[in-house]
Nanobody, 115 residues
């Protein structure tokens, strides 16, 4: 059974930091591309950052220079370090694992940034 379990969300003031974690089980983590998405109230889900099994990371323009995605294959965990948070970063953040043809999602963790 595949599980992606996110943690680390919460309430933070603008300018603050949070670190999200996603622990995966039931997948071959080291061969999976991992990503963080978010869905803000009233908006569509958007890709925040992606880290492939090999290769370069990518970021949405809105988070470049503020967010960092990383992975620890020994721990089957992907992280999202979020610095200089803004109110517009408020959203539910979802962990995603992709290894064709499989695509898995976590349940999401709420991030709220107050102004």
């Amino acid at each position: 059974q595949v599980q992606l379990v996110e943690s680390g969300g919460g309430l933070v003031q603008a300018g603050g930091s949070l670190r999200l974690s996603c622990v995966a089980s039931g997948i071959t983590f080291s061969r999976s591309a991992m990503a963080w998405y978010r869905r803000a109230p009233g908006k569509q889900r958007e890709l925040v950052a992606r880290i492939p099994s090999l290769g370069n990371t990518m970021y949405a323009d809105s988070v470049k220079g503020r967010f960092t995605i990383s992975r620890d294959n020994a721990k089957n965990t992907v992280y999202l370090q979020m610095n200089s948070l803004k109110p517009e970063d408020t959203a539910v953040y979802y962990c995603n694992s992709w290894a064709s043809p499989y695509d898995y999602w976590g349940q999401g963790t709420q991030v709220t940034v107050s102004s």
